[in-house]
Nanobody
Framework: QVQLVESGGGLVQTGGSLRLSCAASGSFLAIDNMAWYRQAPGKERDLVALIISGGTTNYADSVKGRFTISRDNAKNTVYLQMNSLKPEDTAVYYC??????????????WGRGTQVTVAS
């Protein structure tokens, strides 16, 4: 099993910045992909940013140039630096990782989410 602990959400004014963190712990051989999703009220959960083990990243068009995803493999932690925040970025942000178990299988795990609110 893998446990994910997210932190860094909160209330910020338009144009402000926040940095989200998600630390993975538990029983696994490795973490492959790490990603951030978000879900606004009444909407589906959408991918915000993805980073694979080699460092390649992918972003939703709506956050390109404003958000940066990074990872610290030694700490099994993924970060999301969010700059120039807009009210439409308001959502619950979820961390997702794909972990390789000691038996060699892969499985996806989700964090519980952290609220980001951008005031206009």
């Amino acid at each position: 099993q893998v446990q994910l602990v997210e932190s860094g959400g909160g209330l910020v004014q338009t144009g402000g910045s926040l940095r989200l963190s998600c630390a993975a712990s538990g029983s696994f051989l490795a973490i492959d992909n790490m990603a951030w999703y978000r879900q606004a009220p009444g909407k589906e959960r959408d991918l915000v940013a993805l980073i694979i083990s080699g460092g390649t990243t992918n972003y939703a068009d709506s956050v390109k140039g404003r958000f940066t995803i990074s990872r610290d493999n030694a700490k099994n932690t993924v970060y999301l630096q969010m700059n120039s925040l807009k009210p439409e970025d308001t959502a619950v942000y979820y961390c997702e990782v794909r972990a390789v178990s000691p038996g060699g299988s892969t499985k996806y795990y989700w964090g519980r989410g952290t609220q980001v609110t951008v005031a206009s």
